[in-house]
């Protein structure tokens, strides 16, 4: 490579690299934002405010309905700003919220690890000897 092009590559590279580590992507904290919740006292609106929108929801047979939020717990190397997708997560975090008439009822924080349901996997248990 010619001289003259080495020095204007290296900083093109070097901007590449710091412009890397700018890399933000906004996280939610489920278990500090699920710390505002108050059982019977926050509303069905308090929760839209700290956690947003539910990742899912679901009918309860006593009129209720129960809210779930989901967060992946990224490894370090997921962080990573092209390459992380190729990695995989630490494991997740999960809130699972009930309402009644617009009321909290429970709020429950659960964390999960990424080996945590591996046992699913193992179908030997479950297959049958004709």
């Known amino acids: 490579m010619p001289r003259v092009l080495r020095w204007p590559t290296f900083v093109l590279l070097l901007l590449l690299l710091m412009s890397a580590g700018c890399y933000n992507k906004p996280v939610r904290h489920l278990a500090s934002d699920a710390s505002l919740i108050e059982v019977g006292r926050s509303t069905r609106n308090d929760v839209i405010i700290y956690l947003g929108e539910p990742d899912g929801r679901r009918q309860l047979s006593g009129g209720g309905e129960e809210w779930v939020y ?29 309402l009644q008439n ?22 030997d248990w479950q297959e049958k000897e004709e």
Not at 73 to 97: H, M, N, T, Y
């Open 102 to 123: 617009d009321i909290v009822q429970s709020c429950e924080f659960r964390e999960f690890g990424e080996g945590e349901f591996d046992w699913a996997d193992d179908y």
């Open 70 to 98: 989901v967060e992946e717990r990224p490894s370090d190397l997921q962080r990573l700003p092209v390459a992380g997708r190729f990695f995989e997560s630490e494991g997740r975090e999960k809130v699972f919220i009930e």
